[in-house]
């Protein structure tokens, strides 16, 4: 048996063991094991009888609760099993609070450990009164944006001849008249006045973080901040190709739209506002989004990549974008953002939990340069550049695996990718042999 989420081995007992208590406690309840290896081996201990006593004491005067103590003995070795039950309110351990997350504990402080509280509270932080708001910080022309966009996707019928006071108790983004932070958020005339970094960061970088170009800032509510930041970014930070049909100008983008615009929804909606502003990063190969605030309990990154529950950080925020018809509620964001990158023939995004935050990055197909556009590639042709890209090189096997195709058809691909200037073949020949990009291609 080895560690996991609910499950922690220790081989001794050490008073600084309160803080797995703790943090079980707090979360989903665990076992603790005192007397085994990492591996979950019985080593035994020699202090079981005083342990047995001191334990649970140990545990009342520390946290105010009590878990099960459970003396154990597998072939003359005394282990001793503590089983914390998880607890609908906060538990604190000398004023620290500690949660169990994955295989680690960890000490909540500053913006995560307010949402930790709020939570077991019963609230979210969206869902706080703002007490020194009032409907004159409301601007009035997101509402009316807001309206045409909610009578356009057809969530908000029977609207018609409320004022505004009426339509948020409706929304549920006041209560007795009172306006709570969501109000703010989505239609506040000034946010800053209330919450220092709602705001959004943009910068332009080269290859990496250490060179960075320029920067803008914008800052608004997020009715209006959503098409600021893609204004923004389509006139300054991203490169257009340009093309004609007929009398017609068409403008493609780098990257698609939609998936631009859900990461953007994404990070706006889901963020933790206490904590630091959202930021997009744009290079010259790739742009990416990252908000504070990890992901819901329940939700792993490979889950993201398929149909999974919506469990939204600011829930009421994330109704009101529902019913403007911004988002859909049924947690399809992070799959509109992969599916539409694989349409266009792009990298699949990656997506990470980083610096306490969440990060999503699209990437150009960088291997396709402006003297090849014309040139067609099919499908499988086109995943094995962006696996070249990835991987350095690609063999006829990998090819196949990739693609899901026989091996003449292979050979076929990849001696046209050749012809056509993308790829080079390597001198080996027989099993060691590959394929990597030609250097006008690189």
């Given at each position: 048996?080895?560690?996991?989420?609910?499950?922690?081995?220790?081989?001794?007992?050490?008073?600084?063991?309160?803080?797995?208590?703790?943090g079980?406690?707090?979360?989903?309840?665990?076992?603790?094991?005192?007397g085994?290896?990492?591996?979950?081996?019985?080593?035994?201990?020699?202090?079981?009888?005083?342990?047995?006593?001191?334990?649970p004491?140990?545990?009342?005067?520390?946290?105010?609760?009590?878990?099960?103590?459970?003396?154990?003995?597998?072939?003359?070795?005394?282990?001793?099993?503590?089983?914390?039950?998880?607890?609908?309110?906060?538990?604190?351990?000398r004023?620290?609070?500690?949660?169990?997350?994955?295989?680690?504990?960890?000490?909540?402080?500053?913006?995560?450990?307010?949402?930790?509280?709020?939570?077991?509270?019963?609230?979210?932080?969206?869902?706080?009164?703002?007490?020194?708001?009032?409907?004159?910080?409301?601007?009035?022309?997101?509402?009316?944006?807001?309206?045409?966009?909610?009578?356009?996707?057809?969530?908000?019928?029977?609207?018609?001849?409320?004022?505004i006071?009426?339509?948020?108790?409706?929304?549920?983004?006041?209560?007795?008249?009172?306006?709570?932070?969501?109000?703010?958020?989505?239609?506040?005339?000034?946010?800053?006045?209330?919450?220092?970094?709602?705001?959004?960061?943009?910068?332009?970088f080269?290859?990496?973080?250490?060179d960075?170009?320029?920067?803008?800032?914008?800052?608004?509510?997020?009715?209006?901040?959503?098409?600021?930041?893609?204004?923004?970014?389509?006139h300054?930070?991203?490169?257009?190709?340009?093309?004609?049909?007929?009398?017609?100008?068409?403008?493609?983008?780098?990257?698609?739209?939609?998936?631009?615009?859900?990461?953007l929804?994404?990070?706006?909606?889901?963020?933790?506002?206490m904590?630091?502003?959202?930021?997009?990063?744009?290079?010259?190969?790739?742009?990416?989004?990252?908000?504070?605030?990890?992901?819901?309990?329940?939700?792993?990154?490979?889950?993201?990549?398929?149909?999974?529950?919506?469990?939204?950080?600011?829930?009421?925020?994330?109704d009101?974008?529902?019913?403007?018809?911004?988002?859909?509620?049924?947690?399809?964001?992070?799959?509109?953002?992969?599916?539409?990158?694989?349409?266009?023939?792009?990298?699949?995004?990656?997506?990470q939990?980083?610096?306490?935050?969440?990060?999503?990055?699209?990437?150009?197909?960088?291997?396709?340069?402006?003297?090849?556009?014309?040139?067609?590639?099919?499908?499988?042709?086109?995943?094995?550049?962006?696996?070249?890209?990835?991987?350095?090189?690609?063999?006829?096997?990998?090819?196949?695996?990739?693609?899901?195709?026989?091996?003449?058809?292979?050979?076929?691909?990849?001696?046209?990718?050749?012809?056509?200037?993308?790829?080079?073949?390597?001198?080996?020949?027989?099993?060691?042999?590959?394929?990597?990009?030609?250097?006008?291609?690189?």
């Amino acid at each position: 048996m080895a560690e996991q989420q609910n499950i922690e081995f220790k081989l001794n007992w050490h008073d600084d063991h309160l803080k797995w208590v703790c943090g079980f406690a707090n979360a989903l309840g665990g076992v603790i094991f005192i007397g085994k290896d990492d591996h979950g081996n019985v080593i035994g201990i020699s202090d079981y009888k005083k342990l047995m006593e001191d334990l649970p004491n140990k545990i009342k005067n520390a946290m105010g609760i009590s878990a099960e103590v459970n003396l154990h003995n597998q072939n003359d070795k005394y282990f001793i099993e503590i089983v914390v039950q998880p607890y609908t309110v906060a538990i604190s351990l000398r004023g620290r609070y500690y949660f169990r997350s994955g295989s680690t504990n960890q000490e909540l402080t500053g913006p995560t450990l307010n949402e930790f509280l709020l939570k077991k509270s019963g609230k979210t932080w969206d869902d706080v009164i703002e007490v020194r708001a009032s409907f004159t910080d409301i601007d009035e022309k997101a509402v009316k944006v807001f309206l045409a966009a909610a009578q356009n996707a057809g969530r908000l019928p029977e609207n018609n001849g409320l004022d505004i006071p009426e339509l948020f108790e409706k929304l549920r983004l006041s209560e007795n008249g009172q306006l709570k932070r969501a109000a703010i958020i989505l239609f506040g005339k000034d946010l800053g006045k209330f919450y220092p970094n709602t705001f959004v960061k943009i910068g332009r970088f080269k290859k990496d973080d250490a060179d960075i170009i320029f920067q803008e800032v914008e800052e608004a509510n997020l009715i209006f901040l959503l098409q600021a930041v893609l204004n923004q970014l389509n006139h300054k930070f991203l490169i257009k190709s340009i093309a004609f049909e007929g009398i017609n100008r068409i403008e493609k983008g780098e990257y698609p739209l939609a998936a631009i615009r859900e990461m953007l929804l994404n990070a706006l909606v889901h963020r933790n506002y206490m904590g630091a502003p959202t930021q997009i990063r744009v290079y010259d190969d790739k742009i990416n989004i990252w908000n504070e605030g990890a992901l819901p309990e329940g939700i792993s990154l490979a889950s993201l990549k398929h149909s999974h529950a919506s469990k939204p950080r600011n829930p009421i925020i994330a109704d009101v974008c529902f019913k403007g018809g911004y988002i859909d509620s049924w947690g399809r964001g992070t799959i509109k953002i992969l599916e539409t990158c694989k349409e266009a023939n792009l990298p699949e995004p990656e997506l990470q939990e980083r610096d306490g935050g969440f990060l999503v990055t699209l990437y150009k197909n960088s291997l396709i340069d402006e003297n090849f556009k014309t040139i067609e590639l099919n499908d499988r042709q086109l995943n094995s550049l962006n696996y070249i890209r990835k991987n350095g090189k690609i063999s006829n096997k990998e090819y196949r695996d990739l693609n899901n195709c026989s091996r003449n058809t292979a050979s076929n691909d990849l001696v046209e990718m050749v012809e056509k200037g993308f790829l080079e073949a390597s001198n080996l020949k027989g099993a060691g042999s590959y394929y990597q990009l030609s250097s006008i291609a690189q």
